[in-house]
Every structure is written in structure tokens, then in C-alpha cells.
């Protein structure tokens, strides 16, 4: 709808849902959450988690993820039990990260610090999780992975490795490729600003 933006997302999510139950062929979805954004205003009225003393910008931040992520909950909860479980990949993942500047947050950095919490300002991790029934075990990749790495992994799960176009990245679930990348990070970015900007291919 034109006023998506001010959707919740509960509502992205349930009409997520509602699209998925009413599909009778195979489909992609991409759902975007937006309550877990500055000015985590979400988190400031809807407190599930109280720490007197941290800092407020970092409490309302938490408690915004904890909404969000109850709300992915149920969409996967939805999908792992019915029949779609078998035949379907999910990817949670964010788009970039929220503290950039270290200098910024030092109040949550230095209450982080003092509390022993692994807080990231100043770092560009996002977060990357997979399901699919052909993952077998539970899988950490722990070596540095970029967002160019994304669609050639879905590309490998659901079985696709021929499709034109591969992407910049490589399947995260292949070790010998995480450690023998063709283009760097740097030419990545490169191409794909091309790609966006003209008619590359």
C-alpha cells in the first residue's frame, strides 16, 4: 500500500503471511521491518526490557529488537510448521548497521564496556541468518562474509547455480570460496555502482 512506511511490523509482517497463504505457485518475498530504525520511538513506548541505568537511546534500541525479532518469530514459527518447511529458504539479514560512529554512542560504549556487553559502534557488522532444510547442523561462519555474499548462497539452496547471473559474492557454505574470492570487496563495489548507474550488461 502507498502508506507502507507507516506500517508497523506486526502489519508487514502479517500481510507477509497473508500473501503466503494465499499463493498457489512458488514465490520470493522480501519483507522490510522498520520499527528497529532511529529514533527506536517503538521501543520507547513499548518497554519489555528495564535497565535503570543504561543509557535511554540504547534501552528504547533493544527493546525495538526485541519487538522486531518476536515478529520475524512468528512469520517463521508460521512457516516451519505447515508444509512449506521442506521448500523453503528464509533470510534475515540487515541492510546496514546503525552505529556508525563509535565517538556518537560512547555512552553505550562505555556502559557496554563496564557491563561486559559485545556492543559494535563504530563497526559495519550486519546480521546474516539462513534456514533451509538443505543446511544440514547448525552452521557459524565466522570469517568476514559481505551482503554480495547473500544471493549466491540462496542462488546454492534452492538449487539455482545455473542461473546467468551469479552475483559478486560466493556461497558461504563453500569454505574453499570464502578463502579464494575472485574480485575483491573494493571492485565489488565498483561493478555494482556501475550496475545501478548504467547499463552494465
Partial sequence: REDYNKWSDMQVID???????????TFCILGITIDSHMPFNYGSEHVYYR???????????LNCLHYTDSCIGILVDSILNSPLASNTTIVITGDHTIFRDANTFSD????????DINFQAGKTFTPLIIYSPNIQGN???????YQMDIFPTILH??????????GFGVNLLDSVARNNRPITEQEAFILSDKIIRANWF
Avoid: F
Fill in 139 to 145: 552452521i557459524h561462519v565466522t570469517d568476514t562474509c
Fill in 108 to 115: 553505550m560504549t562505555e556502559y557496554a564496556q563496564a557491563n
Fill in 15 to 25: 500481510n507477509i503471511k497473508r500473501y503466503i497463504w494465499s499463493s498457489d505457485t
Fill in 51 to 61: 535497565v535503570d541505568d543504561m543509557p535511554k537511546t540504547m534501552s528504547a534500541y
Fill in 157 to 166: 539452496l534452492i538449487g539455482a547455480e545455473d542461473y546467468y547471473w551469479k
